[in-house]
């Protein structure tokens, strides 16, 4: 319709200007004539336009705009209707990554193990919920910024390689964290990307370790009692025919005073046997106790009365020897969920080594402190101003065993640690020498 009226229009502008002198009539239909002109460039270049409108769209990821379509079948309405379909595909394929990441953010978030993925220089790129929790940070821009927690994990980081599974250790003043650090590496927009899975498994560590001196207690007695205690009860039967022949001796003739000497020598050698035999049994029965924890009893019960009860029961010792002993407890109502009687023997003999450790101190000085800590856990520390523990010796005083004392089984730390472990709780200790020591309950 356009090209024929634009046709119409030149001919009638040829006709006028070659039969007539209309001048006004000419210019006016020379003037319809260009308009025509303008209006079929601005026409035919609608399609451009469309299409241009389309491609920014998309470029731009605007998939909110739609072509208006009339109700003919014109070539241009079939391409609106081609552009709205084409629109509608890309937001479908949008709404599904969309729900693909958000899918993959709320496993990442919510899974259990620390995990970050950084640029070799450091940045970071995405942290889950477990790695805020695990060093107790909201946000984290680089590995540089791990610094305060350990500078051997930030250098561990920095240098770790693809598919190197390592162990980083981290002692705080409040606890051990035994981290197992696994990395992947993968190339994306060409930047380089390191995701590591960090997991503290200082909690497992210890159950098994604990686990491996129960059974190895077991055999240990089993073997040594099976042992002991024919002798024992030999020795004890041997004795008393001793006592019985010596005494007949004795009655018959004072001409057997050499025999009955002699007697009386292998009576005292097998005392000494049985004496033995019988510390021996003593000394098994103390570290079956490793193995005879009873299952605890759960109770509800106020910190600050569980701290007080130990205080009075070694008060009068305590100022017989000068110390000074203070009780703290944040907040005053702070509760308790565990087997009373079972914590009270943890502390009970956390506090009798830290009153031995102040024998030769100083300022004599113990602390026993209740709060919740930054991981908002109920924490009971027992602090001293003792002679602190060698670096050498601190990661034994747990085993079994072991003890620096003079006189003791090497069993109360294990057994503290092993009632802490059925209340799903950790036993750590923190010291400096010549400056004290702090064992820490988390519940």
């Known amino acids: 319709m356009r090209t024929i009226l ?33 209006a079929l460039i601005h026409y035919t270049e609608k399609t451009n336009r469309l299409l241009n409108q389309f491609l920014m ?24 209707r081609t552009f709205n379909e084409v629109i509608n595909d890309f937001q479908t394929v949008r709404a599904e990554k969309e729900e693909s990441y958000h899918y993959l953010q709320t496993i ?17 790129e995405l942290i889950n919920n477990a790695t805020k929790k695990l060093f107790q940070i909201r946000t984290l821009n680089n590995i540089q910024n791990l610094q305060e927690t350990s500078r051997e994990l930030v250098q561990k980081l920095l240098t770790i390689q693809h598919g190197e599974n390592t162990l980083v250790t981290i002692r705080e003043k409040d606890g051990l964290l035994q981290l197992s650090i696994y990395a992947t590496e993968f190339r994306i927009h060409n930047r380089t990307i390191m995701v590591v899975s960090i997991k503290d498994i200082q909690n497992e560590l210890d ?6 001196w129960q059974k190895l207690i ?21 004795n008393m025919m001793m006592n019985h022949i010596i005494d007949s001796l004795k009655e018959k003739d004072k001409g057997c005073a050499e025999e009955t ?8 050698a097998i005392k000494t046997i049985q004496k033995r035999t019988e510390g021996l049994i003593h000394f098994v029965d103390t570290y079956r106790n490793l193995t005879r924890i ?59 080594n830290a009153i031995q450790a102040l024998n030769n101190a100083t300022i004599k000085s113990i602390e026993l402190k209740a ?13 001293d101003t003792g002679s602190g523990i060698l670096p050498e010796v601190i990661d034994k005083i747990f085993i079994p065993f072991f003890t620096t004392k003079q006189q003791g089984s090497g069993i109360g730390l294990s057994l503290s640690r092993q009632i802490m472990r059925l209340h799903s709780g950790t036993l750590n200790v923190y010291s400096e020498p010549d400056k004290g020591s702090r064992f820490t309950l988390t519940f």
């Open 6 to 38: 634009l046709s119409a229009s030149i001919f009638g502008f040829i006709y006028l200007i070659i039969n007539t002198q209309l001048t006004f009539t000419i210019i006016l239909l020379a003037l319809i004539v260009v308009t025509q002109v303008i």
């Open 57 to 80: 769209s998309i470029r731009y990821s605007d998939f909110t705009r739609t072509f208006q379509v009339e109700n003919d079948d014109s070539s241009l309405n079939q391409l609106k």
């Open 108 to 124: 990442i978030q919510h899974i259990g193990i620390a995990l970050i993925a950084f640029q070799s220089n450091g940045k970071v």
């Open 207 to 212: 159950e098994k370790e604990m686990d491996s």
């Open 218 to 238: 077991r055999v240990l007695t089993h073997e040594i009692m099976n042992s002991i205690t024919p002798i024992s009860s030999l020795s004890s039967t041997v």
């Open 261 to 268: 000497e002699d007697l009386q020598e292998i009576q005292s």
């Open 294 to 352: 009873p299952t605890p009893h759960f109770s509800i019960f106020p910190v600050q009365k569980l701290l007080q009860n130990i205080y009075n029961l070694h008060r009068n010792e305590m100022e017989q020897k000068g110390i000074k002993c203070t009780i703290s407890v944040l907040p005053a109502s702070l509760e308790l969920s565990a087997d009373e009687r079972l914590i009270e023997q943890v502390l009970i003999n956390l506090l009798l």
């Open 371 to 383: 709060f919740l800590n930054k991981k908002g856990k109920i924490t009971i520390q027992i602090s």
